[in-house]
């Protein structure tokens, strides 16, 4: 009789469990090192507070303050078109099959 010399499932599972924080960790590892490589090359600082101007705004290196999204009127409207949306979608689901 041939023993099977391949680990169970069960203790593969376990590995790979017991591994997961390392794989966690290297995943973040790799993002941090692509958003710093994506941030270089379009010319930004790479965060802290280092980076900021006098009233604390971020800005490029090249010393342009970064644009920020200030218009509370539009994200007050897109936010009552989405609620609008999703309760659509919910009285749609409420309609009888027949009447779709």
């Known amino acids: 009789m041939l023993m099977n010399s391949s680990p169970s499932p069960a203790y593969r599972?376990?590995?790979h469990l017991e591994a997961e924080p390392e794989r966690k960790?290297?995943?973040a590892e790799a993002?941090?090192?692509k958003l710093a490589a994506l941030e270089k090359?379009?010319?930004l600082n790479a965060g802290g507070s280092k980076d900021l101007d006098k009233d604390g705004n971020?800005?490029?290196?090249?010393?342009v303050k970064r644009a920020r999204f200030d218009d509370t009127?539009?994200?007050e409207q897109s936010q009552v078109i989405k609620e609008?949306?999703?309760s659509a979608v919910v009285a749609g689901k409420s309609?009888?099959?027949h009447m779709c």
């Open 13 to 15: 599972l376990a590995a």
């Open 25 to 27: 960790k290297a995943e």
């Open 31 to 33: 993002r941090k090192a």
């Open 41 to 43: 090359q379009l010319g």
């Open 58 to 63: 971020p800005v490029l290196s090249a010393g």
């Open 73 to 75: 009127e539009y994200l």
């Open 84 to 86: 609008n949306v999703k």
């Open 95 to 97: 309609l009888p099959s």
